[in-house]
């Protein structure tokens, strides 16, 4: 199992609980990104960054994931896609994607998508809040501990 993280806009804070987790379970975890990310003092974190472009860092991750890894991303399109091959998607506010949900929230950003175009709805979701983080840390506590016990050998 991998964690994989599309980097480019997952806060910080989220990076950092997964960092925590990671460490304790001794998970990889791979931040994906087009743009230059931190070092970091554990062999666990590889940092990958790819060219410049729409959907880069999206295209690379679902290429290279695996369905028994997890994927932290906001990006729906993104999710959608690793549900599609049996993977485990996350969103940095604690939701976890699931085949009876992903593609209705497919449809509902493209229709937001559609309202901010034409001018009828204004702005994105709310700023990323203390209960976002909360919720979060107790996803990825709950999935890890589900992930790991469906990965044990049944003796």
């Not at 028994?68 to 940095?92: F, K, M, N, S």
């Amino acid at each position: 199992m991998k964690i994989w993280i599309d980097a480019d806009a997952c806060p910080r804070v989220i990076k950092e609980i997964v960092f925590r987790a990671s460490e304790r379970l001794r998970i990889p975890v791979c931040l994906v990104a087009n743009k230059n990310l931190a070092k970091h003092a554990t062999h666990l974190v590889e940092s990958i960054v790819v060219g410049e472009g729409f959907d880069v860092a999206d295209d690379y991750i679902a290429d290279h994931a695996a369905p028994e890894d997890l994927v932290i991303t906001a990006d729906i399109p993104l999710a959608a896609r690793i549900v599609a091959i049996g993977g485990v998607a996350l969103d940095p506010r604690g939701e976890l994607y699931t085949e009876e949900n992903v593609g209705e929230r497919l449809s509902m950003r493209d229709l937001m998508m559609e309202l901010r175009e034409g001018g009828l709805v204004q702005g994105g979701p709310s700023q990323f809040s203390l209960t976002d983080r909360q919720r979060f840390a107790s996803s990825l506590d709950r999935l890890l501990t589900r992930l790991i016990r469906e990965m044990r050998p049944v003796s």
